[in-house]
C-alpha cells in the first residue's frame, strides 16, 4: 500500500521524515541526513498464505526506516550485509530481530533482507527518505550523473539544485 494514495503525505509522513532530521544528520551526514527532502512510503506485510520472506536487495533512498507494526508472528528476522555489496551465493550478514512497534534507521543502499516468517502475519512501514542534493550528483540506482525531466511528486527524489555543491558533513567531535 503507497500511503502518499491515501493522503497521508502531508499530515503524516513528511513530519516524520523532518522530525528525523537531527537524528539522520548525526547517522548519516555523508548520505546526506541533514537534508532528506522527499520521501516514498508504503507498508508491506508477511504471512504464511501470501510473502513469507524479501530476498536481498538494497532500496532506492539514502536512509531507510523500516517500523515493525506488529501482529502476532514468530520468526522473519531481518538480515543486514555490507553497503552496495552485490549479492554473492554464501552472503555475509547480521541478522536483527524486528521487535512490534520499534522502527529501524539503516543506509538504503546497505544490502539487506527479511528472513520467513515461521506462524502469523508481520506488517512493516517502509520509509524511503531521500536527499536531492545526494541524488542530483549521483544515481544511487545507476551510479551515474541524473538527466532531469519534470515529474508530478517528488520524483524518486531527484529536484532541482538549489546549488551544485554536496551537503555540508557535521563533525561529531566538536559536539562532544
Known amino acids: 500500500v503507497l500511503l502518499n494514495e491515501l493522503g497521508m503525505d502531508e499530515p503524516f509522513l513528511t513530519p516524520l521524515r523532518e522530525r528525523l532530521l537531527p537524528l539522520t544528520a548525526l547517522l548519516y551526514p ?3 541526513g541533514a537534508c532528506l527532502d522527499s520521501h516514498k512510503a508504503f507498508v508491506v506485510k508477511y504471512s504464511l498464505n501470501e510473502d513469507l520472506d524479501l530476498s536481498s536487495h538494497y532500496d532506492n533512498a539514502e536512509v531507510t526506516l523500516n517500523v515493525s507494526l506488529g501482529k502476532e508472528f514468530t520468526e522473519g528476522n531481518l538480515y543486514f550485509g555490507d553497503f552496495n555489496q552485490d ?3 554464501v552472503p555475509r550478514y547480521i541478522e536483527v530481530q524486528h521487535v512490534g512497534g520499534r522502527g529501524l534507521l539503516h543506509r538504503g543502499g ?8 515461521a506462524s ?7 520509509v524511503w527518505m531521500r536527499s536531492s542534493a545526494i541524488r542530483n550528483q549521483l544515481c544511487p540506482m545507476c551510479r551515474r550523473k541524473p538527466e532531469l525531466v519534470e515529474a508530478e511528486g517528488f520524483g524518486d527524489g531527484f529536484t532541482e539544485p538549489l546549488r551544485e ?10 559536539l562532544g
Open 120 to 126: 502469523g502475519e508481520r506488517w512493516n512501514l517502509i
Open 30 to 32: 555523508e548520505l546526506g
Open 87 to 89: 549479492p554473492s551465493p
Open 165 to 174: 555543491e554536496l551537503p555540508q558533513t557535521l563533525n561529531l567531535c566538536a
Open 110 to 117: 546497505q544490502i539487506h533482507g527479511a528472513l520467513p516468517i
